[in-house]
């Protein structure tokens, strides 16, 4: 019995220490997974396409859903009809005889994504979702590969469980993690036009909370400058096509928006992944759940602030504005985390040449495999994997920016001159 009992312990020890080194996260794993992970992306698009009616799945549901409301908008905008966006009745009786669905997804964008909308919406509905979808993947990948131009990185990106949850809801999970990523790995050299794709997440300004922070922390004032004044060009040119009128419904709306889809969560909290809704959700009142999450954005901008002051390498600060930029917003969905897959490669690549921590790469195989299981654990059992993880992730980048290895001198971002 004493042997039994030695030779299981021995056995434990031995699988917690290849989970801690990462030692069973093998290359042809990875492959493996990722190629899976490919292959059920395009059965279940293939399935979706093959099996509608129209623009309409075999659930009802239009075929990427949530692009629905962006393209039935663009209709109302490219018409002259912009401010009746944000009109919810009005929406929905275009959304239904555009498409034939009694389905409603709102509008709630500022008008600064009107822009787009109304630019696809001069094509029919499934062509303009196919170059959406496409042009915005596209922009995804090409900044995944300037973060890791390796063929293995680019399929376990591809692979990656959030791409679907993005491809099959139409969203803007693509566009956002471009900017985002795209706007940091330009800092570097090109300053200002890292400040113009920063400028450019004002379509999606959530997401931008955190940038003015790190910016001035870095002391990069013309990517500051440059992404201030692209968010007063886009906010002028809406002006000069259509108007005050559609500002002025889009803040009329915001309360209506605030109240249903986000603070009652008629959404489902179970869908989102912030400290907010999950206060919600687990039956916290609404001071509560903003009291809660103050402190952990206090707490977020505090560590990204003290991380973009020092010398930390490029792709620490990075993965911390990305991770950071999720937990600081209420209002993140699954299909956002397109933008912590592009943490995830940040965090990998650092890692390959530097050295992981105990944990690391396990701790970054399961993020990369989170989005799959994410929505369906917190609707089932009520459990926040989602958040979690976020916080997890944050947790290692802290922790990697405390120390820096021996022998290797950090890539630092050029001070602006």
């Not at 509608?52 to 009809?81: C, E, K, Q």
């Not at 400028?199 to 910016?215: C, I, S």
């Not at 400290?275 to 977020?300: D, E």
């Not at 600060?317 to 592009?342: C, H, R």
Request: net charge neutral.
């Amino acid at each position: 019995m004493a042997e039994a009992a030695v030779e299981a312990g021995e056995k434990d020890h031995i699988t917690t220490r290849r989970f801690a080194t990462g030692t069973w996260l093998s290359g042809s794993l990875i492959t493996f997974t990722a190629c899976i992970m490919i292959v059920g992306t395009v059965a279940a698009l293939g399935f979706v396409f093959v099996s509608a009616n129209g623009a309409i799945d075999v659930y009802g549901r239009p075929l990427g859903t949530d692009f629905s409301s962006f393209w039935s908008a663009g209709v109302m905008a490219f018409a002259g009809h912009a401010p009746q966006t944000y009109d919810w009745s009005a929406h929905s009786e275009v959304l239904r005889q555009s498409l034939g669905t009694e389905l409603y997804y709102p509008w709630s964008y500022p008008p600064i994504f009107l822009l787009v909308a109304a630019a696809l919406a001069a094509l029919p509905y499934l062509p303009a979702l196919i170059v959406w979808q496409a042009t915005t993947m596209l922009a995804a990948v090409w900044t995944l590969w300037a973060i890791m131009p390796r063929s293995r990185a680019l399929m376990v990106g591809i692979g990656f469980p959030g791409v679907l949850i993005c491809l099959m809801n139409g969203q803007t999970g693509f566009l956002t993690a471009a900017l985002l990523t795209g706007g940091l790995l330009m800092l570097p050299r090109r300053e200002l036009l890292a400040g113009v794709l920063f400028g450019l997440l004002a379509y999606k300004p959530q997401f931008g909370l955190l940038l003015p922070f790190v910016l001035a922390a870095g002391g990069y004032w013309r990517a500051f400058a440059a992404a201030a004044v692209t968010v007063l060009a886009c906010v002028a040119l809406t002006l000069s096509v259509w108007g005050w009128p559609v500002w002025q419904a889009f803040l009329d709306s915001i309360p209506l928006t605030l109240t249903n889809v986000f603070e009652n969560g008629d959404t489902g909290f179970g869908k989102f992944n912030s400290v907010f809704t999950w206060t919600r959700l687990w039956g916290g009142s609404l001071t509560l759940a903003y009291g809660l999450h103050v402190v952990v954005a206090v707490g977020v901008v505090t560590a990204c602030v003290r991380i973009w002051r020092g010398d930390a390498d490029l792709r620490l600060k990075g993965a911390a504005l990305l991770v950071g930029a999720l937990l600081l917003t209420p209002y993140v969905l699954d299909y956002d985390f397109i933008v912590l897959g592009m943490a995830v490669a940040l965090i990998a690549a650092y890692g390959l040449e530097c050295g992981f921590r105990p944990w690391d790469k396990t701790l970054l195989a399961l993020a990369w495999l989170m989005p799959l299981v994410a929505r369906t654990i917190a609707m089932t059992f009520y459990l926040p994997v989602g958040l979690f993880t976020l916080v997890a992730l944050f947790v290692l980048i802290v922790a990697h920016t405390r120390d820096t290895p021996d022998g290797v001198t950090p890539r630092r971002l050029a001070t602006a001159a």
